[in-house]
């Protein structure tokens, strides 16, 4: 196993952990960790709003900061889904990619962001 995917189920067991402890698990459905997973992603792209790229150059570390913090809230929450709906986060980003792959051919779509439907 990858570290990468070894790290994500340290984080998936550290999470449980969190959740049994505050007996919370009751209220960790799927739909309610998708919603609660979607306000972390608008929180985090609060602190984008209304700069010109995002560009690091463009951030102050209060900046740098909350987008660490609201990154580590996306990323629990979608763990924490993941688990809740028995996907193999790891497993399941190699799949995408292949797929992206296969939509994505490199030589075709090298410098062009259109989409797959656009080609």
Known sequence: MSASADSLLDIRARLCAF???????????????????????AELAEHYQWLPTGADSEL???????????LAD?????????????????????????LNAQK???RQVRGDARKYSEY
Do not use: C
């Open 104 to 106: 994505y051919p490199a």
């Open 74 to 98: 996306v990323l629990m929450y979608l763990v924490r889904l993941a688990d809740k709906s028995g996907v193999d986060l790891h497993a399941a980003v190699l799949e995408k990619m292949e």
């Open 19 to 41: 959740a049994d402890e505050r007996d919370w698990d009751q209220f960790h459905t799927p739909k309610n960790l998708a919603m609660a997973l979607s306000v972390e992603v």
């Open 60 to 70: 102050d570390d209060a900046k740098r900061t909350g987008i660490r913090h609201e």
